[in-house]
């Protein structure tokens, strides 16, 4: 597929975008062919692994993977159909534990020659000033520094498990900490959940008073990249 992307654009190398473990998928691309990227940017992307993960699969293993397979099956079946039935949940939650995620990490590391970019998300409408902070983040991420985002109901229960407390919650998106999301040059968060970040969920709006559009966002950050020299 880049090698397509690179033939039909002329451009010697690609940036790549990811999303979740798409960001992961991003950065394994980037380090077995360097020479044919030029950036890699992260959306909310476990860096760190998932803390979902190793709470889903400590202690009870049987029954808290059928119960994920569950939540997981219930929440994709309106984008893939009765197949999200037979995802390996089980396999999904070991790779993107923290011990896994940390041999990936060693496994295929950063290239020097790539340049990496990440952002985090954001929800349960709070504005976490502190641990989404980040000295280079661009225009288009701090004009929304005081928006909030009301996390999808389908998440809720989800987020305050990733939260850890119900006191002092760790900023999460409903899935990924934002902790877990910083990997190369921090761009911050943006106010939306794990979700809102690439609009699914049929249209779903990321919430009333929330003004992130997700389109404009991955527009912004393509205009981003250009203006770094990408």
């Given at each position: ?28 691309v980037a ?31 049987g029954l ?126 943006i106010p ?39």
């Open positions: 597929m880049i090698n397509v992307a690179l033939a039909q654009s002329g451009a010697a190398r690609v940036n790549i975008i990811g999303h979740s473990q798409g960001g992961l998928d991003a950065r394994y380090s077995l062919i360097p020479d044919r990227v030029g950036a890699v940017v992260t959306v909310s992307t476990p860096h760190l692994g998932a803390h979902i993960a190793d709470v889903l699969l400590q202690k009870t293993p808290s993977q059928e119960l994920a397979k569950a939540f997981f099956a219930a929440i994709s079946r309106p984008f893939y159909g009765d197949v999200a039935q037979d995802a390996d949940v089980n396999a999904c939650l070991e790779f993107l534990s923290t011990d896994s995620i940390t041999a990936f990490n060693t496994k295929y590391p950063d290239r020097p020659e790539v340049t990496y970019y990440s952002f985090g998300g954001r929800s349960s409408s709070a504005l976490a000033p502190t641990e989404c902070f980040a000295p280079k983040s661009p225009p288009f991420v701090t004009k929304l520094d005081q928006s909030k985002d009301p996390v999808d109901p389908l998440l809720y229960v989800v987020s305050k498990v990733v939260g850890q407390s119900l006191l002092d919650p760790e900023p999460n998106d409903g899935l990924v900490q934002v902790s877990k999301t910083k990997w190369g040059t921090w761009l911050g968060c939306a959940d794990h979700w809102d970040e690439v609009g699914q969920l049929l249209g779903d709006s990321p919430g009333i008073g929330n003004p992130f559009d997700h389109i404009a966002f991955y527009r912004d950050v393509a205009k981003f990249l250009v203006s770094q020299g990408f």
